[in-house]
């Protein structure tokens, strides 16, 4: 599955951002899909998941602020984030998969940067 994330930049503490990511196919085939995200010398982690059954997942850090979102008809992934903080800058990453747990080895975008400033 071709994955393309758009919609990074910079942005000031407290802002907002909406990250779409575009599938080359119809994203109802697509069963589970995520956002990961890898900030310098930082790993890599899971930031929300969305299948289609079960409650979205998000990390933490994030619960409150973000929302993962599908718009079926536009074929695309969303990742809105509100009240955005420093830490939150990272690259991020929009994945599928069959199933959450392979979602690391699934498709993977290119990326799209975030840099939030403070």
């Known amino acids: 599955v071709r994955l393309v994330e758009s919609g990074g930049g910079l942005v000031q503490a407290g802002g907002s951002l909406t990250l779409p990511c575009t599938t080359a196919?119809?994203?109802?085939?697509?069963?589970?899909m995520g956002w990961y995200r890898q900030a310098p010398g930082k790993e890599r982690e899971l930031v929300a998941a969305?299948?289609?059954?079960?409650?979205?997942y998000y990390t933490d850090a994030v619960k409150g602020r973000f929302t993962i979102s599908r718009d079926n008809a536009k074929n695309t992934l969303y990742l809105r984030m509100n009240s955005l903080k420093p830490e939150d800058t990272a690259m991020y990453y929009c994945a599928a998969s069959t199933e959450l747990a392979s979602l690391p080895s699934g498709s993977w975008g290119q990326g799209t940067q975030v840099t939030v400033s403070s």
């Open positions: 969305s299948g289609s059954s079960e409650s979205p």
């Open positions: 196919g119809s994203i109802l085939s697509i069963p589970v």
